[in-house]
């Protein structure tokens, strides 16, 4: 019996130590659970990415009213305060202490002149006040005055005008990305008539506005004039109402004794779009404007050897609706949805979706042609290039030539080659003359490129997304810097337009990491300074956000979601 004892109580000290033993093992073995930052200081609206060392971690908010965070350490400031992070896996445990403080009040300025048409004689002289408001109210700031045509006419930095020369400019002045205009119109004679508008629309049946004032010497005065019309397409009252009457253009004009001022009028209809049938009969008609009631599907349709529209003269406005199913699968040359977007044509509020498009030589999957406007569009476009002997083949992507103007767009493209040659597609267009200004494009594709520079070697980002230059001839692939830089004066405008490459970046813009964001310059920069390239939230909204809705975990375009996270 005594002997059992023993043994019992051996056994239970042996068990007692093992057990020891493993405890401390276990904990010797033990990872510590580290968070990459102890405390964060962020805004409201603002985000930060926690960063833990173990996989697997649940993530939590103390006070889910001042901050909150997502599965992946994603923190989001909500309200001003302080809350703890937690972080946690099995027993382990780690902190880190957040401060919301006040989103920072962006000022929003805006410029005001106290004339906006004004008369000079050459020589003449006149003096222009600026007021430049924040948020609503007068702020004292000083303006910068510019001509846009100093022959015609100079302004100096207190806005005094003087005319050099017979002719038409705008005055503007500034205070950062706002400002106001006044036209000036400058001749030989004693009493000028200045019109508010050169040019103007009205819709059959309906009316539009016209004033004229009466200037003496440089002096405005309220003398009236005398409205007539050349033609009875529109008619116009004594106060300057000009009503259509039938389709065409009017030549409206404002008499003053031997003086007069010209009006172009174009008296136009109105059709609604609301099938592919309704599309197909667009017309070169300068008198019709199409607006679009639903979407479209194109599934069905064969579009490979011909544009869908041949050209369009007037406007098309999407209303926000889209143009879907659209694949053209084989090569052929000068092919797009329109073959020409007319001068003085224009759409806008469209969404396009190009589920494939095989480019050849003169292809834009949009339009082969822009001299109009394109506006407020979004694009998605999946396209690919055919095998070529050139080991540059120069793509585009919305349009093949632009001398019009591209802006407020977001295109999102996917571009691809057939072999192993370098291509280099451009998102906007191939050939630049016009303006490309305000947009953005979204691509998950960059190609490393490694060129000799200096008798180094250097690794450069391809991004294959800007526009080309109106000189193809001077494509050169041993200078990144200058193979899409513009080189004339007529390729300009470039500078508020954001590249971003992937939806990741585009949503993150305004949190604390580097964004992938170019500036329109170039195609491509050296690797090691694609880090240092970054977009503020603020410079983003002042001007993008007119069109598209934007928070940090969607895109929106006329409340339909495009990204979401």
Same mark, same amino acid.
């Given at each position: 019996?005594?002997?059992?004892?023993?043994?019992?109580?051996?056994?239970?000290?042996?068990?007692?130590?093992?057990?020891?033993?493993?405890?401390?093992?276990?904990?010797?073995?033990?990872?510590?659970?580290?968070?990459?930052?102890?405390?964060?200081?962020?805004?409201?609206?603002?985000?930060?990415?926690?960063?833990?060392?173990?996989?697997?971690?649940?993530?939590?908010?103390?006070?889910?009213?001042?901050?909150?965070?997502?599965?992946?350490?994603?923190?989001?400031?909500?309200?001003?305060?302080?809350?703890?992070?937690?972080?946690?896996?099995?027993?382990?445990?780690?902190?880190?202490?957040?401060?919301?403080?006040?989103?920072?009040?962006?000022?929003?300025?805006?410029?005001? +002149?106290?004339? *906006? %048409? &004004?008369?000079?004689?050459?020589?003449? $002289?006149?003096? =222009? !006040? /600026?007021? @430049?408001?924040?948020? #609503?109210?007068?702020?004292?700031?000083?303006?910068?005055?510019?001509?846009?045509?100093?022959?015609?006419?100079?302004?100096?930095?207190?806005?005094?005008?003087?005319?050099?020369?017979?002719?038409?400019?705008?005055?503007?002045?500034?205070?950062?990305?706002?400002?106001?205009?006044?036209?000036?119109?400058?001749?030989?004679?004693?009493?000028?008539?200045? +019109?508010?508008? *050169? %040019? &103007?629309?009205?819709?059959?049946?309906? $009316?539009?506005? =016209? !004033? /004229?004032? @009466?200037?003496?010497? #440089?002096?405005?005065?309220?003398?009236?004039?005398?409205?007539?019309?050349?033609?009875?397409?529109?008619?116009?009252?004594?106060?300057?109402?000009?009503?259509?009457?039938?389709?065409?253009?009017?030549?409206?004009?404002?008499?003053?004794?031997?003086?007069?001022?010209?009006?172009?009028?174009?008296?136009?209809?109105?059709?609604?779009?609301?099938?592919?049938?309704?599309?197909?009969?667009?017309?070169?008609?300068?008198?019709?404007?199409?607006? =679009?009631?639903?979407?479209?599907?194109?599934?069905?349709?064969?579009?490979?050897?011909?544009?869908?529209?041949?050209?369009?003269?007037?406007?098309?406005?999407?209303?926000?609706?889209?143009?879907?199913?659209?694949?053209?699968?084989?090569?052929?040359?000068?092919?797009?949805?329109?073959?020409?977007?007319?001068?003085?044509?224009?759409?806008?509020?469209?969404?396009?979706?190009?589920?494939?498009?095989?480019?050849?030589?003169?292809?834009?999957?949009?339009?082969?042609?822009?001299?109009?406007?394109?506006?407020?569009?979004?694009?998605?476009?999946?396209?690919?290039?055919?095998?070529?002997?050139?080991?540059?083949?120069?793509?585009?992507?919305?349009?093949?030539?632009?001398?019009?103007?591209?802006?407020?767009?977001?295109?999102?493209?996917?571009?691809?080659?057939?072999?192993?040659?370098?291509?280099?597609?451009?998102?906007?267009?191939?050939?630049?003359?016009?303006?490309?200004?305000?947009?953005?494009?979204?691509?998950?594709?960059?190609?490393?490129?490694?060129?000799?520079?200096?008798?180094?070697?250097?690794?450069?980002?391809?991004?294959?997304?800007?526009?080309?230059?109106?000189?193809?001839?001077?494509?050169?692939?041993?200078?990144?810097?200058?193979?899409?830089?513009?080189?004339?004066?007529?390729?300009?405008?470039?500078?508020?337009?954001?590249?971003?490459?992937?939806?990741?970046?585009?949503?993150?813009?305004?949190?604390?990491?580097?964004?992938?964001?170019?500036?329109?310059?170039?195609?491509?920069?050296?690797?090691?300074?694609?880090?240092?390239?970054?977009?503020?939230?603020?410079?983003?909204?002042?001007?993008?956000?007119?069109?598209?809705?934007?928070?940090?975990?969607?895109?929106?375009?006329?409340?339909?979601?495009?990204?979401?996270?």
């Amino acid at each position: 019996m005594r002997v059992l004892k023993i043994k019992t109580c051996i056994l239970a000290v042996f068990a007692a130590c093992v057990f020891l033993f493993a405890g401390c093992r276990k904990k010797d073995d033990s990872v510590e659970l580290v968070l990459n930052a102890e405390s964060v200081v962020i805004t409201v609206g603002e985000d930060y990415g926690l960063q833990a060392n173990l996989e697997d971690v649940s993530w939590a908010s103390e006070d889910k009213t001042v901050a909150k965070v997502d599965g992946r350490g994603k923190i989001v400031g909500l309200s001003v305060g302080t809350t703890k992070i937690v972080a946690s896996l099995k027993d382990a445990r780690a902190e880190c202490l957040v401060e919301v403080k006040p989103r920072e009040v962006v000022d929003a300025y805006a410029v005001s +002149l106290d004339q *906006t %048409t &004004a008369a000079l004689k050459t020589s003449g $002289t006149l003096k =222009l !006040t /600026a007021t @430049v408001f924040n948020l #609503g109210e007068a702020c004292g700031e000083t303006a910068a005055f510019s001509s846009e045509n100093e022959s015609v006419a100079t302004v100096s930095a207190d806005g005094t005008v003087t005319a050099r020369a017979v002719g038409e400019t705008v005055i503007k002045a500034s205070y950062g990305s706002a400002y106001a205009a006044c036209r000036i119109v400058v001749s030989d004679g004693a009493v000028q008539i200045v +019109l508010n508008a *050169t %040019t &103007a629309k009205v819709r059959l049946g309906e $009316t539009e506005q =016209l !004033t /004229a004032s @009466v200037w003496k010497n #440089g002096e405005k005065t309220n003398e009236e004039v005398v409205w007539v019309t050349d033609s009875a397409k529109a008619s116009i009252s004594a106060d300057g109402t000009v009503t259509g009457m039938a389709l065409g253009d009017v030549t409206v004009t404002a008499k003053y004794g031997e003086e007069s001022a010209y009006c172009r009028v174009r008296v136009y209809q109105t059709a609604t779009i609301s099938t592919v049938e309704d599309f197909l009969r667009i017309r070169d008609d300068q008198y019709t404007d199409y607006e =679009l009631v639903n979407d479209l599907e194109f599934s069905d349709y064969s579009w490979n050897t011909a544009n869908i529209v041949r050209k369009l003269s007037s406007s098309l406005d999407g209303n926000g609706h889209k143009l879907y199913g659209l694949k053209r699968t084989e090569a052929a040359d000068q092919v797009g949805i329109f073959g020409e977007i007319a001068e003085g044509a224009c759409v806008e509020n469209l969404a396009v979706y190009v589920d494939e498009f095989v480019y050849a030589n003169g292809c834009g999957a949009f339009a082969v042609e822009n001299n109009g406007s394109i506006r407020n569009c979004y694009f998605k476009l999946y396209t690919y290039a055919k095998n070529t002997d050139r080991s540059v083949m120069l793509r585009s992507g919305l349009t093949h030539i632009n001398r019009g103007e591209m802006s407020g767009l977001l295109v999102d493209v996917t571009a691809y080659q057939g072999t192993t040659k370098t291509v280099i597609f451009n998102a906007y267009s191939a050939i630049n003359y016009g303006t490309i200004e305000r947009s953005i494009v979204i691509s998950e594709q960059k190609r490393i490129v490694e060129e000799t520079e200096n008798e180094t070697k250097v690794n450069y980002i391809s991004y294959q997304l800007l526009s080309g230059t109106g000189a193809i001839a001077a494509l050169d692939m041993t200078g990144y810097y200058d193979i899409y830089r513009p080189n004339n004066a007529e390729d300009k405008n470039r500078d508020n337009t954001l590249i971003f490459l992937t939806v990741e970046h585009l949503l993150g813009i305004g949190s604390n990491q580097a964004y992938y964001a170019f500036d329109g310059e170039a195609a491509a920069v050296p690797e090691a300074e694609l880090d240092s390239i970054k977009v503020t939230d603020t410079a983003f909204r002042e001007w993008f956000d007119v069109v598209w809705e934007f928070s940090e975990t969607e895109v929106r375009f006329h409340g339909v979601t495009l990204y979401s996270v």
